[in-house]
DNA sequence: ACCGGCAGGTGGACC
DNA sequence: TGGTCCACCTGCCGG
């Protein structure tokens, strides 16, 4: 077993930053618009096997060109340089943007308040990977975190996976996350975080900085 | 200069 | 029905 101490010293150093950005996902909910909630979500596309950062930089970009909004998919993809299998995800951005719209415009707020007031957020993000297309549960439940709703889900990427390997959570990190695997280590992670008496975002936050010395997305 | 390692995975085919 | 495998694809950074 390894040292538990070393969880509660990283979250000494790291809370305020951590309870900062909380708070930033918080207000992106209540008080962002359409478009700032569509770019979170964008962003949260582009990640898987990204570099956050150049990802983010991108969507910066497109969202001050208004091109993540209108463009078509050739006016994204030279916007994404630098971006890991960009082709794909471009295409993944226009349709999605075409689902969360009504009447030709942008209603993601409106349409994601609804499922989470009706459902609930855990099947709400069923409903996400359900409908579209390169969203996993991995981002689905990236996003709903960064808009402000990520307190009891497990955001299982390679260095929490790793975390949760090291600390004896899970025996080993599975080749292939199903829903129903995911559910199943997402349960320990929360387990584990009751134990602690940690809450489950902060301890994604302690592990993500434990393998990238970052908080930043 | 070359090269392995890494970057917040996902969809779809196949069994 | 549910697991496993592989294509997708690029650029940067340390040895």
């Known amino acids: ?26 207000n992106l909910w209540k008080y962002g618009s359409n478009e700032d909630i569509f770019s979170e979500f964008a962003f949260c596309i582009l990640t898987p096997q990204s570099k956050a950062k150049v990802c983010w930089n991108a969507i910066l970009e497109m969202k001050k060109t208004k091109k993540l909004f209108y463009g078509n998919e ?38 994601l ?20 297309k390169g969203m996993g549960y991995k981002e689905a439940s990236h996003f709903l975190r960064n808009i402000g709703f990520g307190q009891d889900i497990a955001i299982l990427d390679r260095h929490i996976l790793r975390s949760l390997k090291k600390y004896g959570v899970i025996d080993d990190i599975p080749k292939s996350l ?17 134990r602690l008496g940690l809450g489950l975002v902060y301890l994604d936050f302690i592990f993500w900085y434990m393998g990238t010395g970052e908080v930043f997305k």
């Open 1 to 26: 077993m390894v040292n538990i101490q070393k969880i509660f010293e990283i979250w000494n150093e790291i809370k305020e930053r951590v309870y900062f950005r909380l708070r930033e996902f918080e």
């Open 74 to 111: 050739d006016d994204l993809y030279g916007s994404l340089k630098g971006v890991r299998f960009r082709k794909r995800k471009v295409h993944y951005i226009v349709k999605a943007r075409e689902y969360f719209s009504e009447n030709g415009e942008l209603a993601i707020k409106e349409i």
């Open 113 to 132: 308040s609804k499922f989470i007031e009706s459902y609930g957020v855990l099947k709400t993000r069923d409903i996400l990977v359900k409908d579209i």
């Open 178 to 194: 199903t829903g129903r695997r995911y559910f199943e280590i997402e349960g320990k992670m929360r387990e584990f975080s009751k």
